[in-house]
């Protein structure tokens, strides 16, 4: 920018040096996400804030999978309390015949859903970190990219959930400010990756731990 002197140059130069919002630092990453297949499956055991694309744990397709199942457990329990009593009472014939063939559509498409999409979300969830952000890459249908600026972090938290701590993983919740989305979780990471992308996000700061 050059700033001229006398008159209104030298108001508008001063002016936009005042307002101009500096540049986030120059970042690593790629233009373009490499294909899943050219990503190393054991990429994530060592991850280092190199701005290449890391996977998750994939423990974390068994941890979903388990979640899955049991809510289909209930869900199936609810709609056999719904069912059985129009198969004893039903005075139609296509009532009889029609709610246990609805139960089990409905059971078996929950249950293909919980043991199947895991394991398509694991291939689509990548993250990446370089000296400037936090990229994290997922979704299957419906796809999703999450930039988080590095100088916008507060503080991060790093948990187990009971079925999690089982499989040894843990997740990384980020907590941001001035951003759309208030904070970020970021699952299927092992415990020791999880403090380790916690502190390279954070530096030497303090951070609570859940």
Same mark, same amino acid.
């Given at each position: 920018?050059r700033?001229?002197?006398g008159?209104?140059?030298?108001?508008?130069g001063l002016l936009l040096?005042l307002?101009?919002?500096?540049?986030?630092p120059?970042s690593t990453?790629?233009?373009?996400?490499?294909?899943?297949?050219?990503?190393?499956?054991?990429?994530?055991?060592?991850?280092?804030?190199?701005?290449?694309?890391?996977?998750?744990?994939?423990?974390?397709?068994?941890?979903q999978?388990?979640?899955? /199942?049991? %809510?289909?457990? *209930?869900?199936s329990?609810i709609?056999?309390?719904?069912? @059985?009593?129009l198969?004893?009472?039903? &005075?139609?014939?296509?009532?009889?015949?029609?709610?246990?063939?609805?139960w089990?559509?409905?059971?078996?498409?929950?249950?293909?859903?919980?043991?199947v999409w895991?394991?398509?979300s694991?291939?689509r969830?990548?993250?990446?970190?370089?000296?400037?952000?936090?990229q994290?890459r997922?979704?299957?249908?419906?796809?999703?990219?999450?930039? /988080?600026p %590095?100088n916008? *972090?507060?503080?991060?938290?790093?948990g187990?959930?009971? @079925?999690?701590?089982q499989?040894g993983? &843990?997740?990384?919740?980020?907590h941001?400010?001035?951003?759309?989305s208030?904070s970020?979780?970021?699952?299927?990471?092992?415990?020791?990756?999880?403090y380790k992308?916690?502190?390279?996000?954070l530096?030497?700061?303090?951070?609570?731990?859940?």
């Amino acid at each position: 920018m050059r700033v001229q002197f006398g008159g209104g140059h030298c108001r508008k130069g001063l002016l936009l040096a005042l307002t101009e919002t500096p540049p986030l630092p120059t970042s690593t990453f790629e233009s373009q996400p490499p294909a899943i297949g050219e990503i190393p499956a054991d990429r994530g055991v060592d991850f280092e804030p190199d701005g290449h694309f890391y996977r998750i744990e994939k423990a974390w397709t068994q941890v979903q999978q388990l979640g899955g /199942v049991f %809510r289909t457990l *209930i869900l199936s329990g609810i709609l056999a309390g719904v069912a @059985i009593p129009l198969i004893v009472s039903g &005075s139609e014939p296509w009532i009889r015949m029609g709610a246990p063939a609805v139960w089990l559509f409905i059971t078996v498409l929950s249950l293909t859903h919980a043991i199947v999409w895991p394991i398509l979300s694991y291939r689509r969830y990548l993250y990446r970190v370089d000296e400037s952000r936090l990229q994290i890459r997922r979704g299957v249908l419906w796809r999703e990219v999450l930039d /988080v600026p %590095r100088n916008r *972090i507060q503080h991060t938290d790093v948990g187990q959930g009971p @079925i999690e701590r089982q499989f040894g993983i &843990s997740h990384l919740i980020v907590h941001t400010a001035g951003t759309t989305s208030a904070s970020v979780r970021l699952s299927g990471l092992r415990e020791d990756v999880a403090y380790k992308l916690r502190d390279e996000l954070l530096g030497a700061q303090d951070v609570e731990t859940i």
